[in-house]
């Protein structure tokens, strides 16, 4: 079992909807969780982080995290184009690894005009 | 700098030579991180240096690969004989840790090409 898991999709959405993107992640212990999208051939940058149970929202963009159930979400209200990117999803395993971030495969997200 | 500042963005070498990457993080921050990424794939987490403590240099795919860093300053990542497997991105982060709110930035990266 991979330490943290995404579905690598591609998901596609229409331009209005929401877009939903999961991960999974192994350690119980985890303890903060960060979204960060990346652009083909660009850097990734920060759109989220979570280390609350609930939801944290900012803007269009809305986190969800799960402890219990070791899941972490992100939505993304009206999608437009522009969010056409990958989305890797970040756990800090806290204690077992101090400061290191392990992540996912990422999620390819295309929103369609 | 305002940013993680990566040099060179682009490096061509061919099959076993040595190359040397060069990450500039953010100042003040304490941290620093190197990751591979392949194409199409996710981040491969390296190493990782904090403060003054030794690194986490779990990452690291075999002894070719090595990673300094001076203090609180710039890190370089030097990749010994080199093979064709070793192309990639190879990114940067930095962050200033505190507690769980550990925000890593990146560098725009070194595209690595070996031919």
């Not at chain 1, 991979?2 to 877009?19: F, R, T, Y």
């Not at chain 1, 940058?45 to 219990?68: H, P």
């Not at chain 1, 996912?104 to 005009?113: A, E, K, S």
Request: hydrophobic share 30%; glycine share 10%; net charge neutral.
């Amino acid at each position: 079992q991979k330490e943290v898991e995404q579905n690598s999709g591609p998901l596609s959405v229409p331009e209005g909807a929401i877009a939903s993107l999961n991960c999974t992640y192994s350690d119980r212990g985890s303890q903060s969780f960060f979204w960060y999208r990346q652009y083909s051939g660009k850097s990734p940058e920060l759109i989220m982080f979570i280390y609350s149970n609930g939801d944290k929202e900012d803007g269009r963009f809305t986190a969800q995290l799960n402890k219990a159930s070791q899941y972490v979400s992100l939505l993304i209200r009206d999608s437009q184009p522009s969010d056409s990117a990958t989305y890797l999803c970040a756990v800090n395993m806290g204690r077992r690894s101090y400061g290191k971030l392990t992540f996912g495969q990422g999620t390819i997200l295309t929103v369609h005009p | 700098g305002a940013g993680v500042s990566q040099s060179p963005s682009n490096k061509v070498t061919e099959k076993g030579k040595d190359v040397e990457l060069r990450c500039d993080p953010i100042s003040g921050h304490t941290a620093l991180y190197w990751y591979r990424q392949r194409l199409g794939q996710g981040l491969e987490f390296l190493i990782y240096f904090q403060g003054n403590s030794a690194p986490d240099k779990s990452g690291l795919p075999s002894d070719r690969f090595s990673a300094e860093r001076t203090g609180e300053s710039v890190s370089t990542l030097t990749i010994q004989r080199t093979q064709q497997e070793d192309s990639a991105v190879y990114l940067c982060a930095s962050s200033f840790v505190q507690g769980v709110k550990n925000i890593q930035y990146f560098g725009a990266g070194t595209r690595l090409s070996v031919l």
